[in-house]
């Protein structure tokens, strides 16, 4: 069998089992079964099958049968043009979370926190383009931190990335002059309605907070003013019906210049927000 013949097949499988971007999926798991990047995979498909890489395909397209998202199948996703493991234990990175990078990015940082950093994408991600920066990575989940840590190692920014075990800000010591988040923000009513890639393979507890919401937001709000410099911004991540409440709980702790930013799709998606004061303090130990 050559792989052109493989592809074929595999992605008939696919649109079977209802999986959308069948024919994209089926490139990747495809590359993955080959050991090579799916840029490549366009030289390869005249190419005679290994036996074990059918067998690696195999598995794979049954796995994403299964609704099992493609970046946990292989292990790997890119974002902000670097590649990140990705396991059960984190959510998978969404091109939407790089508006987040994006305009973190619009003013030098020395110090910034990432609350639930899962991954790790969204702070690995402000080091590699800030290099002079260092930052903590939060997350409640021990097997995530070792995720984070392992991405951290694997795109060079270790030594200036540190991760810890912590309850939103409970165990985080300093302050900072950038604080980061992409917080559990459905709705516990919304996550029946989520598609079961989402639903039935990422865990619940960085998918929602439960009720409303907005849990995170509310313990966001209240303890970032004690760990932010005066001047200090603070970006986070919000579901696209969520901008007037989140202005409005930022707001009662003093925060100003509160601004929403829009995804390529023209839905609300990040919010910043600023401490006042001096910003010639931010980045001060």
Known sequence: MKAQEALI????RLKEAGIEGAPGDARRLLAHALGIGPDRLTLALHDPMPEDAIGRLDLAIAAREAHQPVAQITGKRLFWGHEFRVTRDTLDPRPETEILVQVALERPFVHVLDLGTGTGC????LL???????GTGMDL?????????????ALGVVKRAKFQQSDWFSAVPGRFDLIVSNPPY?????????SRDVREWEPHSALTPGGDGLDAYRAIARGAPARLMAGGRIVLEIGPTQAAAVTDLLAEQGFEQIETRKDLDGRDRVILAHKPGK???CGAS
């Not at 969204?122 to 991600?125: A, G």
């Not at 590699?128 to 260092?134: N, T």
């Open 9 to 12: 097949a595999a992605t008939r």
């Open 122 to 125: 969204i702070l690995i991600s």
């Open 128 to 134: 590699k383009s800030m290099p002079f920066a260092a």
């Open 141 to 153: 989940s021990p097997a995530a931190l070792d995720v984070a840590r392992e991405n951290a190692t």
């Open 186 to 194: 459905i709705a516990q009513a919304e996550m029946d309605g989520l």
């Open 279 to 281: 910003t010639d303090d």
